[in-house]
C-alpha cells in the first residue's frame, strides 16, 4: 500500500459498548466516513450482537 492510500484508509479500532474489551480492527475510507463508525457486529464475549463504536 502506497503512503497515500495509508492515508486515505487508516486503520481503526472497533470497541464494544458491552464493556467486554473485545475489539475488531479494520480500516474506513476517510473521504466517504469522517465522523466515528458505529457497527452492529457479534461480541463473542457475551455471545450476541452489540454496536461497535470507533475509538481513536
Known amino acids: ?3 497515500a492510500a495509508k492515508d486515505l484508509r487508516p486503520i481503526i479500532k472497533m470497541v464494544s ?9 479494520t ?8 465522523d466515528r463508525l ?3 457486529k457479534f461480541d463473542p ?3 450476541r ?4 463504536k470507533e475509538s481513536r
Open 1 to 3: 500500500m502506497s503512503k
Open 45 to 47: 464475549v457475551v455471545r
Open 49 to 52: 450482537h452489540v454496536e461497535f
Open 17 to 25: 459498548t458491552a464493556g467486554t474489551g473485545y475489539t475488531y480492527v
Open 27 to 34: 480500516r474506513k475510507n476517510r473521504r466517504n466516513t469522517p
Open 38 to 40: 458505529v457497527l452492529r
